[in-house]
């Protein structure tokens, strides 16, 4: 069964940093584009982070020099380096498989970061 | 950056009524468009992709449609299990963008 698993979430303070770990299963990792995305309390889904299969790295204004996706292909897992974490931060974080162009089929449970002081 | 609205925010609704959700986007992204549905608690579901096209598995009650800006996800009769978010999402380019959600309420 193909599956995704986030781990590393948890309470860090402003300016703190945290890496989230999402392990996959049953599929290679390495063979599709994949993303982290969040979501606040009671808040919508915002896209954090991408790696394209050729380890090109994309990411959006708001966490743009903050965060760094990555990936281990031994390991077949990739990761989310979040530095200077802000409140704002604050979000239940998925990792997600892009199937081509078209959308993503494959999500895992979610991880819960607080940024809190 | 894309940005996607949808109307409306909220909708409340009965089981068996027809529901429309309609999703635009700021601009063109051909057909580059997914629906998702999101239960508390849970990761988002795909319904629809390419903007017309039912995920393996999604009851046929679910149909998607349009294209460029203007996107519709339609429940054809509502059942107790669709009470739920919808996002759209565009994966036209980077950075990809999700829709605020519509909230369908009984």
């Known amino acids: 069964e193909e599956q995704l698993v986030e781990s590393g979430g948890g309470l860090v303070q402003p300016g703190g940093s945290l890496r989230l770990s999402c392990g996959a299963s049953g599929f290679i990792l390495s063979t599709y584009d994949m993303h982290w995305v969040r979501q606040g309390a009671g808040k919508g889904l915002e896209w954090v982070s991408a790696m394209g299969v050729a380890g090109d790295t994309f990411y959006p204004g708001s966490v743009k020099g903050r965060f760094t996706i990555s990936r281990d292909t031994a390991k077949n897992s990739f990761y989310l380096q979040m530095n200077s974490l802000r409140s704002g931060d604050t979000a239940v974080y998925y990792c997600a498989r892009r199937w081509a162009h078209w959308y993503f089929d494959l999500w895992g449970r979610g991880t819960l970061v607080t940024v809190s002081s | 950056d894309i940005q996607l609205t949808q109307s409306p925010s909220f909708l409340s609704a009965s089981v068996g009524d027809r529901v429309t959700i309609t999703c635009r986007a700021s601009q063109d992204i051909s057909s580059y468009l997914a629906w998702y549905q999101q239960k508390p608690g849970t990761a988002p579901k795909l319904l629809i992709y390419?903007?017309?096209t039912l995920q393996s598995g999604v009851p046929s009650r679910f149909s998607g449609s349009g294209s460029g800006t203007e996107f519709t996800l339609t429940i054809s009769s509502l059942q107790p299990e669709d009470f739920a978010t919808y996002y759209c999402?565009?994966?036209?380019?980077?950075?990809?963008?999700f829709g605020p959600g519509t909230k369908v309420e009984i």
């Open positions: 390419a903007a017309s």
């Open positions: 999402q565009q994966l036209n380019n980077y950075p990809i963008t």
